[in-house]
């Protein structure tokens, strides 16, 4: 890990690490040779190897390895078409984001539907859309608009459709009957009556996800279980718990009957084991957790063939697992084959979790059971009961010692993780650490269905993992209904978030040991992780985001919450996550006020991720029927007719209405969102270029108004547009479209000033 960081933040150059590892070398070999002629010429010298050096050594080793050219994969430039080889950066709910890319070339960043393709697969992507860049929000360094400054231009984002995408080669395309094999489970999976089981028993068995519907995905991430629909460690060790430990049992009954073949049914029963969890790997698609999860499990499994140690004459029964050494020789020859291998999230959480699990399992157990009294020290009074009480207590205790440590298991491995999907992903279901253990008996019984529904042509076994997978499914949406499914996280510095998990692993370890100050600074950073940073709104600000085809437009006031008009677009992915997400987090808002123009989809595209993260405490507008599904039914609507309604608000010298002139569908019967700041007028409209606005032009609503007007249908031009011109006499319009609008001509021609999220970027404003 040290030479991957020194090759990608130190030194440049390949060259001179190799220069000063090869120097490193050559001290420690003088130092061997001297310290061995000491040895040599003095009987009671000691030969020492002087480690340091070799560690340095193999550190600028590993570095110059990470500053190696990126290995080249066969690329063929087509006017057409962009082929290669896949390489996968972020995977989605809905989509996933890779590049196919050698050195010195430049590409844009892909974005394909979830699940059509894996890493490594050579695709070929038919170029039937331009690149667009990604949405993007202002980066808030200053309040003041003069000194607000918008993120710089991403990479060019290309949006590919599932017919535009032809799969040429995949890696588990080896031949030979594995391949084959698979195929025919893969068939057999997708026989199902039910649709949705069928693409659960392909994802949760066999790691193809392609099948699985975005709603059921993003379901699994809400509630913090993500994990169990790529195949993982976890399936390996539900495999190495029914089949691994079961072919050890035997083995040992029959060895203790037959004491003579005895060695050879342990020999038997372990190559079998290993061979099992080797050939799980390609069956599942072969993708690198499962594969770092079977090698551990099969090197565990060799574990009693080890040479042995001697103590006293006697040999040990058999050699110790150390969990800790196994974990760290996994990540030493990770880094060593791929020293880029730390830059990865999925690598990063597969071994912070599994360094939990293993650290951090037995201390929470056994605090969580001296907190509920079923520490292993029975009370005295437990004697004296009669032994059917004693025999059904034992039980009871023993029952709930083994949920405490599946509790335990989860909590270890959440707080591990914590801080990466914190920094990383920004959201976490506080849920998941109790859901995790709970639905555990859920998930065992749904792997146990599959593998025999796989195995074994009966359709009972179909029929009862469907039943199960409704019964998860179920469950999952169950817990879905309560708060926090999943939860915002605002924004937090690193070196807060790995402390103090190291303070609390500390605490945890040693608890009574501990120190009072460790205790007070582990209280005081949790104080500083839970309380808000973001101070309230000193005045009012706001931001157009820059969507491309669409609108979403944020903004706060003092004493008011964070307001949300509108949050969609038809040309681009990931509009929430992209460049609402960080406003919001930054702004620290738990609950908004929602406004929404009309239900098209550039305008309300990106409500339901809103909806899911940061439930909203007020609705306005119209409200499309999915988006009412999930809104709480608490949440206050409101929906006027045609006219102006005044909506409630707290900040001085700030004032709302909205303003609606038709209640036709479409665009026309779309709202608009009037506000005054002080002196100054804002208009945020909505996509009415016609009937829209005949209502609010014959009352005189927006009659010399003078002030800044966010154009409506994206620039576009219309019957009522110059009307709207004259009565609102604005001093600056803006456009939210991904190209210039269509009313430039005209603006320019009258002398109004002007700014397009095309052009300028997200649009910031604060009043003077």
């Given at each position: 890990m040290c030479g991957s960081a020194l090759g990608m933040w130190g030194v440049a150059s390949r060259t001179a690490l190799l220069a000063l590892a090869s120097a490193l070398a050559a001290g420690w070999l003088l130092g061997h040779l001297a310290r061995w002629r000491a040895a040599q010429n003095s009987s009671s010298a000691r030969l020492r190897t002087p480690?340091?050096?070799?560690?340095?050594?193999?550190?600028?080793?590993?570095?110059?390895?990470?500053?190696?050219?990126?290995p080249a994969v066969r690329w063929e430039e087509d006017a057409t078409a962009w082929q290669g080889i896949w390489r996968t950066r972020r995977e989605g709910d809905t989509e996933i984001r890779g590049a196919m890319a050698i050195a010195g070339t430049t590409t844009p960043i892909f974005e394909l539907p979830g699940g059509c393709v894996r890493d490594g697969d050579e695709l070929r992507i038919l170029r039937g859309a331009q690149p667009v860049p990604r949405a993007r929000g202002p980066r808030l360094d200053s309040v003041d608009a003069d000194e607000m400054s918008v993120a710089a231009p991403a990479r060019e984002l290309v949006v590919a459709h599932a017919d535009e995408v032809l799969r040429l080669a995949t890696p588990i395309d080896t031949g030979g009957w594995m391949s084959d094999a698979r195929s025919a489970l893969e068939r057999r999976a997708s026989r199902l009556e039910d649709a949705r089981a069928a693409s659960l028993a392909r994802a949760f068995l066999l790691g193809d996800s392609t099948a699985l519907d975005p709603e059921t995905t993003d379901l699994f991430t809400r509630n913090g279980l993500r994990h169990v629909l790529a195949v993982s460690g976890w399936h390996v060790a539900m495999m190495a718990l029914l089949i691994v430990r079961p072919f050890s049992s035997m083995a040992e009954v029959i060895a203790a009957r037959l004491p003579r073949r005895g060695r050879l049914l342990a020999w038997?029963?372990?190559?079998?084991?290993?061979?099992?969890?080797?050939?799980?790997?390609?069956?599942?698609?072969?993708?690198?957790?499962?594969?770092?999860?079977?090698?551990?499990?099969?090197?565990?499994?060799?574990?009693?063939?080890?040479?042995?140690?001697?103590?006293?004459?006697?040999?040990?029964?058999?050699?110790?697992?150390?969990?800790?050494?196994?974990?760290?020789?996994?990540?030493?020859?990770?880094?060593?084959?791929?020293?880029?291998?730390?830059?990865?999230?999925?690598?990063?959480?597969?071994?912070?979790?599994?360094?939990?699990l293993i650290v951090g399992t037995s201390p929470l157990m056994r605090w969580l059971a001296q907190c509920l009294g079923l520490d292993d020290n029975p009370s005295p009074q437990s004697a004296l009961q009669s032994w059917p009480r004693q025999c059904a207590s034992a039980f009871g205790r023993r029952c709930l010692r083994t949920v405490l440590g599946g509790v335990a298991a989860s909590i270890a491995a959440v707080l591990a993780t914590a801080?990466?999907?914190?920094?990383?992903?920004?959201?976490?279901?506080?849920?998941?650490?109790?859901?995790?253990?709970?639905?555990?008996?859920?998930?065992?019984?749904?792997?146990?269905?599959?593998?025999?529904?796989?195995?074994?042509?009966?359709?009972?076994?179909?029929?009862?993992?469907?039943?199960?997978?409704?019964?998860?499914?179920?469950?999952?949406?169950?817990?879905?209904?309560?708060?926090?499914?999943?939860?915002?996280?605002?924004?937090?510095?690193?070196?807060?978030?790995?402390?103090?998990?190291?303070?609390?692993?500390?605490?945890?370890?040693?608890?009574?040991?501990?120190?009072?100050?460790?205790?007070?600074?582990?209280?005081?950073?949790?104080?500083?992780?839970?309380?808000?940073?973001?101070?309230?709104?000193?005045?009012?600000?706001?931001?157009v985001l820059d969507v491309g085809h669409g609108t979403c437009v944020a903004f706060r006031a003092p004493g008011e919450p964070c307001w949300i008009f509108d949050c969609g677009?038809?040309?681009?992915?990931?509009?929430?996550?992209?460049?609402?997400?960080?406003?919001?987090?930054?702004?620290?808002?738990?609950?908004?006020?929602?406004?929404?123009?009309?239900?098209?989809?550039?305008?309300?595209?990106?409500?339901?991720?809103?909806?899911?993260?940061?439930?909203?405490?007020?609705?306005?507008?119209?409200?499309?029927?999915?988006l009412a599904e999930r809104l709480a039914h608490t949440c206050p609507r409101e929906d006027p007719?045609?006219?102006?309604?005044?909506?409630?608000?707290?900040?001085?010298?700030?004032?709302?209405?909205?303003?609606?002139?038709?209640?036709?569908?479409?665009?026309?019967?779309?709202?608009?969102?009037?506000m005054r700041v002080g002196e100054q007028a804002l208009l945020l409209c909505g996509d009415a270029v016609d009937e829209g606005w005949a209502l609010p032009l014959r009352e005189g609503l927006l009659r010399g108004q003078g002030g800044i007007l966010l154009a409506a249908h994206h620039g576009s031009e219309g019957a009522r547009i110059g009307a709207l011109l004259d009565a609102w006499a604005p001093s600056e319009v803006w456009v939210s479209s991904p190209a210039p609008p269509g009313i430039a001509r005209e603006l320019e021609r009258r002398a109004i000033p002007w700014k397009g999220t095309a052009r300028d970027g997200p649009i910031s404003w604060a009043p003077p």
């Amino acid at each position: 890990m040290c030479g991957s960081a020194l090759g990608m933040w130190g030194v440049a150059s390949r060259t001179a690490l190799l220069a000063l590892a090869s120097a490193l070398a050559a001290g420690w070999l003088l130092g061997h040779l001297a310290r061995w002629r000491a040895a040599q010429n003095s009987s009671s010298a000691r030969l020492r190897t002087p480690m340091h050096l070799e560690l340095l050594a193999l550190v600028c080793v590993l570095g110059a390895l990470r500053c190696l050219p990126e290995p080249a994969v066969r690329w063929e430039e087509d006017a057409t078409a962009w082929q290669g080889i896949w390489r996968t950066r972020r995977e989605g709910d809905t989509e996933i984001r890779g590049a196919m890319a050698i050195a010195g070339t430049t590409t844009p960043i892909f974005e394909l539907p979830g699940g059509c393709v894996r890493d490594g697969d050579e695709l070929r992507i038919l170029r039937g859309a331009q690149p667009v860049p990604r949405a993007r929000g202002p980066r808030l360094d200053s309040v003041d608009a003069d000194e607000m400054s918008v993120a710089a231009p991403a990479r060019e984002l290309v949006v590919a459709h599932a017919d535009e995408v032809l799969r040429l080669a995949t890696p588990i395309d080896t031949g030979g009957w594995m391949s084959d094999a698979r195929s025919a489970l893969e068939r057999r999976a997708s026989r199902l009556e039910d649709a949705r089981a069928a693409s659960l028993a392909r994802a949760f068995l066999l790691g193809d996800s392609t099948a699985l519907d975005p709603e059921t995905t993003d379901l699994f991430t809400r509630n913090g279980l993500r994990h169990v629909l790529a195949v993982s460690g976890w399936h390996v060790a539900m495999m190495a718990l029914l089949i691994v430990r079961p072919f050890s049992s035997m083995a040992e009954v029959i060895a203790a009957r037959l004491p003579r073949r005895g060695r050879l049914l342990a020999w038997a029963s372990m190559l079998a084991s290993a061979a099992l969890c080797i050939a799980y790997v390609p069956l599942t698609g072969g993708g690198a957790p499962v594969r770092r999860a079977a090698l551990a499990v099969a090197l565990a499994s060799t574990a009693a063939f080890w040479p042995r140690a001697e103590t006293a004459g006697n040999l040990r029964a058999s050699r110790r697992i150390d969990a800790l050494s196994l974990w760290a020789a996994a990540l030493s020859v990770e880094c060593a084959l791929e020293p880029m291998a730390i830059t990865d999230v999925a690598v990063q959480l597969s071994y912070a979790a599994t360094l939990g699990l293993i650290v951090g399992t037995s201390p929470l157990m056994r605090w969580l059971a001296q907190c509920l009294g079923l520490d292993d020290n029975p009370s005295p009074q437990s004697a004296l009961q009669s032994w059917p009480r004693q025999c059904a207590s034992a039980f009871g205790r023993r029952c709930l010692r083994t949920v405490l440590g599946g509790v335990a298991a989860s909590i270890a491995a959440v707080l591990a993780t914590a801080p990466i999907v914190w920094l990383t992903f920004g959201e976490a279901c506080p849920w998941g650490v109790l859901t995790t253990p709970l639905l555990a008996p859920l998930f065992l019984a749904l792997f146990v269905f599959g593998m025999l529904m796989l195995a074994a042509p009966a359709s009972i076994f179909g029929t009862l993992f469907s039943a199960t997978g409704d019964g998860l499914l179920s469950a999952l949406e169950a817990v879905d209904l309560l708060p926090g499914t999943p939860a915002l996280l605002p924004e937090r510095p690193a070196w807060l978030l790995f402390g103090l998990l190291l303070l609390g692993w500390i605490l945890v370890r040693e608890r009574h040991a501990a120190a009072p100050a460790l205790r007070a600074a582990a209280g005081l950073g949790a104080a500083l992780l839970v309380l808000p940073w973001a101070p309230a709104a000193g005045r009012f600000e706001l931001h157009v985001l820059d969507v491309g085809h669409g609108t979403c437009v944020a903004f706060r006031a003092p004493g008011e919450p964070c307001w949300i008009f509108d949050c969609g677009s038809r040309d681009r992915s990931r509009v929430a996550q992209d460049s609402l997400a960080p406003l919001l987090r930054a702004w620290d808002v738990p609950a908004p006020v929602v406004v929404l123009s009309h239900t098209d989809s550039d305008h309300c595209g990106g409500l339901r991720w809103v909806i899911e993260r940061a439930p909203p405490q007020r609705w306005i507008g119209a409200l499309p029927a999915p988006l009412a599904e999930r809104l709480a039914h608490t949440c206050p609507r409101e929906d006027p007719g045609a006219g102006a309604l005044r909506l409630a608000e707290a900040a001085p010298e700030f004032s709302l209405w909205l303003v609606r002139g038709s209640t036709v569908q479409g665009n026309e019967g779309s709202r608009s969102l009037l506000m005054r700041v002080g002196e100054q007028a804002l208009l945020l409209c909505g996509d009415a270029v016609d009937e829209g606005w005949a209502l609010p032009l014959r009352e005189g609503l927006l009659r010399g108004q003078g002030g800044i007007l966010l154009a409506a249908h994206h620039g576009s031009e219309g019957a009522r547009i110059g009307a709207l011109l004259d009565a609102w006499a604005p001093s600056e319009v803006w456009v939210s479209s991904p190209a210039p609008p269509g009313i430039a001509r005209e603006l320019e021609r009258r002398a109004i000033p002007w700014k397009g999220t095309a052009r300028d970027g997200p649009i910031s404003w604060a009043p003077p």
